[in-house]
């Protein structure tokens, strides 16, 4: 034996390359978890003079593997809801052209007209037309004649569009679910609005327009 391949395993190590040692002497892939099958052999290792340091050695190689072999996880953090109190339809403006006038209601979860008899319609915004501001706590919507117009809560509006009854003889026994279930939302309407009828939204104007 050599000079230096037996000072070599006075030290403990085997003059061969190194991969990542298992705490056997095996050598092994650096993916492989600790317990794997060495696919490389012919690595013998002598008694070691320093057992702690070899160990935590290992100890710091194995947990390097680890990490470089985990695959990334899956992200936990939810981005906040940027519809706010919006029920929001993957659809086009409503084409029919009844108008509805009343005022806007909005809490935590809801956005309702609130009609000049006291009931409450539940409204289904267009996607594309419509954008929830939360700085400002106020609905922007993209009139059909292209303009803009934004509106808060308490404030008069009148309404494109056309609706359906869920009460009485009107509504020919349409609930609100069965409404909800017929239409493509891509937020829909959260289940503590409840309200007398539906809009589905064609166009928007300030006040009495």
Known sequence: MSESRAAAERDGF???PRVSPTATGKWV???DPPHAEPIVSGCARGPSRRP???Q??????????GAACTSPAS????????????AVVDAPPNGDFARMPGVLRLTDNCAMLELATGDLVLLAWPVNETEWRPETETVVYQRRSGDLVEVRDGEAMVLGGSGEVFFGPESEGLTVEAWIARLDWVVAPDED????????IGDVSIGDE
């Open 193 to 200: 609005c409840t309200a007398d009828s539906s809009w589905s």
């Open 52 to 54: 702690g340091i070899v």
């Open 56 to 65: 935590r050695a290992l100890a710091l190689v194995f947990v390097a593997v």
């Open 75 to 86: 992200p936990t953090h939810v981005a906040s809801d940027p519809w706010g109190p919006l």
């Open 14 to 16: 085997a003059s061969c």
């Open 29 to 31: 892939s650096i993916c």
